[in-house]
């Protein structure tokens, strides 16, 4: 459903003064008028999906502040009386139609685009009007709880179902309500499955399989029903009386040694693009434009569901309205988002990406004999959003160090996906996690795309690997190891999975720079544990989300390749996305590198994820290797609530005794 919290956009302060800054609220009402003067739109057109369309890298590397700019939009054009597809480039700037192209989603592989928020609506008003649904919550004796109901419009995937597939097709699974702010996500109608047909706008097909009760028990989470709250934890207050020490220049950021610039659309979220250190590229663009979740379970209420989050229903137009205090703490710069409504037109998401500081602890600390200690305290640049979809909610979190580390984590909470069962009983796919409330297993396997650009464009990819050496000549005592350096050339070779039993990393190297020891500026791409996709490797989901298959995939670099499950993974059969783009096999050694890096979680509930799920944390490390002679973190300053530094010039934070902070 629509995000209560967007509004219609204010005017905006400036233009766009770079090519690759977002879109404005101007920009996407230019596009859909040019739309509509080259006769685009109908009564019955919709715009499922409109993105920026960026420029490729000659087109930057040509141009310089003050040049023109050539803006384009790419709009997906979906006919909702006929099912009709089109895909259309336009320049806002020459105010003319640049490419338009048919899409066909009746012919295989099929393929559908991103579902419309009215769709979620409808699709429930055709169930509550269906007499087949109507009959089977009369027949469990659900009659007078109809009108509350709550019927979900779920991505049904791809099983293969004649009257299913090349159809704009959506399921819905119905919860109840006891009152218009009830959860219904608490009461599940276990075995109730409705098939809806959103281009003829008829139910397909219905399934009513069983007669499991209703879990009667609350999911509320609000302040009133959950009673007082605690009064033991003390205020903690984050101030920065002379500022935060990052500067904001439209999208562009500079913060320390850091440079980026910060950019935001309706389907990846937050983009980063021109990451740099000391003006030295790191990334040249980076998103995580991607997520899958798989379910475990083999009943017919969800054996069908693998939801792609950004690919059928759109991380970023799906984005939150930021609080202070509430999501980010301390000085904060906020960005707000634009993205296009269901009929094109603009919609402003305030607060959509939220900036600033945060004390991380120690950053590096050394006590010496004779010389005392220092300290030194990490800081690091957050930048942030976060995006409800249905029952999930979503937080995606860049962080950059003082030391030239970058992190990636995603945060996952909200409430879990449940179905009813029997009080007691054991399902081997669903846990119990509150009376008669069933959650099945279930993966949350997001991909992150990183056009990594260490020292230039010109890239090479290696995977370091730890390595025991026998005992005997090479290691007479036994305790000798080192490590391996396998060169990964090409496309093929670099579909990899992870390995902690031998520390595994993956190195990318420049191909022409080196450091004063003469060895190639690098950085480490370091995954945490993450389980691949748990679904058989024949099955529907492994097709669809083949990504999900190898914790890192690399490509030649190419403007168009920019979803890991293909552009339109809706009731796709599968084979889009990262198996079509390395299907060339093409060279990756000393080229424009692109990494694929899938990480996540798998959940197996627990009754502490009930009623609101707390937080869950995946993510990955890039860390530089050699693309500094020294630690460059040596010039940061003692904290500012250090203790004063002895008159001999020892320490001032801990040249005597216990230290406050380095706690």
Known sequence: MANPEHGHPSPRETAPRHPLDPLTPEEIAGARQILADGGLLSDSTRVPMLLPHEPDKAELRAWSPGDPLDRRVDVTLLDTATGAVREVVVSVTREQIDEDRPHDPSTAPYGQPQYLFEEYDRAAAIVKASPEWRAAMRRRGLEDRMELAFCSPLAPGFVGRANEVGRRVIRSLTFLRDSEDDIAWAHPVEGLIVHIDLIDNRVIGIEDEGDVPVPAGSGKYTPDAVGPARTSLLPIEITQPQGPSFAVDGSHVQW????????????????????????????????????????????????????????????GKNANHLELGCDCLGVIHYFDGYVADDHGQPVQIPNVVCMHEEDYGILWKHTEPGVGAEVRRSRRLVVSYFSTIGNYDYGFYWYFYLDGSIQVEAKATGIVFAGGGIPGSSNPHAPEIAPGVFAPVHQHLFCARLDVAIDGEDNRLLEIDARRIPMGEDNPFGNAFTWSETPLRTESEAQREADTSVARVWEVRSASHTNYIGKPTAYHLIPQPTALLMADPASSVAARATFATKHLWGTAYDRDERWPGGRYPNGHQGGAGLPAYTADDRSIDGEDLVLWHTFGLTHVPRPEDWPIMPVDYAGFWLKPYGFFDVNPAMDVPESSQAHPRAADGGSGCCGSGACACAH
Do not use: Q
């Open 256 to 315: 320390e040694n850091w440079t980026m610039r910060v950019d935001f659309n309706a389907r990846e979220g937050l983009v980063l693009h021109d990451v740099a250190f000391d003006g030295r590229p790191v990334l040249t663009r980076a998103s995580v434009p991607e997520m899958v979740v798989p379910y475990g379970d083999t009943s017919p209420t969800r054996f069908w569901i693998s939801y792609f989050d950004a690919g059928e229903y759109l991380l």
